[in-house]
């Protein structure tokens, strides 16, 4: 009975929810289009889809527009996107929380990186900070050098400080919670050509199959400008570039809802990224395969790799990965269904 009750409970709950989004969606629907160039839905036709959406998989389809759904001629239909939640909870059921730690502690992962010689960056100190009292757990603290702080556990930049010199006023002003004090990579030449301001990172994200192995979902180009600033972050303003699985650079560069656009060309350097072919696409790859056999009970795993001078490099793993965005030109939903039907066979 306490079941049934729970069950009932559970499915109020969601229609109240979904009640709730279907009035937001007036609001969604006036968001700018990413291809004012072309001839748009009219606003009953974009109300059914996103509609449809909502009381099928439970949640705003806040990608609508990033995807080009909301175009007339749209070579894409919304059945064949992953929704964020049923990609949420798949992912997260498949994804052993423990061994994700190893993932979600970056001094934890550095320490495993380095052990087993896969390149990432160094990680000079670690340092906790609470009730106003610094202490220096692991490493030195040189005055000087080109670091950044992490947050231990942060994401999508949260918690990141850029520093030429660690002075103890600053980390005085810093929040209370564990750091690591890592060094800053120098991108190669190559890569400062699209975007200088920041280290441009691809996010690949690898999966195990039912034989064990490793193998590529799909790949991003993450690119940062003067509004991100020294991060490349798609939260920060960053572009977001959908990659072939040649390592070659789609015609268009994505910027978040705020910003609202897309672009052919970098507006800070001028750089073109249709066509685009990314050195040492595929040591890159090899590289992020390399470190997944490290984690055997982790089905699904969020690269983000930097090129070197001296080649890729792995600056961390993310079992928590967003989909969403790399389904931009790149809907993955077929194949994503394929690969959760062969690990429930």
Known sequence: MKAIILKIYRAVKTEIKDICNFFKLFRFLKEPSYYPERKRKNFFHRFVDNAVWLFKNHEINKFYNLYGLDIADSKYKSKEFLPYRKFMNERNSVNDYRECNSLRDKFVFYTLLNTVNIKTPKVHALIEKTKGSVNLLYGDLNKSGDYFL????????????????????????????????????????????????????????????????????????????????????????GYCVP??????????????????????????????????????????????????????????????????????????????????????????????QNIMKVKSS
């Open 243 to 336: 990659v072939s699985n040649q390592g070659i650079l789609h015609k268009y560069g994505f910027q978040k809802i705020q910003w609202a656009k897309k672009t052919t060309i970098h507006e800070d350097s001028g750089f073109v990224f249709e066509g685009y072919q990314l050195e040492d696409y595929n040591k890159a790859i090899e590289l992020a395969v390399k470190a997944h056999k490290l984690f055997k009970k982790v089905k699904f795993i969020g690269w983000d790799i930097a090129f070197t001078e001296d080649g890729p490099m792995l600056i961390e793993g993310n079992d928590n990965f967003e989909i969403s965005l790399m389904q931009i030109d790149n809907p993955i939903k077929e194949k994503w």
């Open 150 to 237: 992490k947050c231990i556990d942060g994401e999508c930049a949260d918690g990141v400080h850029h520093l030429k010199r660690v002075d103890d006023i600053y980390l005085e002003t810093i929040k209370d919670g564990t750091y690591i004090l890592q060094e800053r990579i120098t991108q190669s030449e190559e890569i400062s050509r699209i975007n200088s301001h920041a280290i441009n990172t691809l996010r690949s994200v690898t999966y195990r199959d039912n034989e064990g192995e490793i193998r590529v979902l799909l790949s991003v180009m993450r690119i940062g400008n003067l509004t991100s600033g020294h991060v490349d972050n798609w939260a920060a303003g």
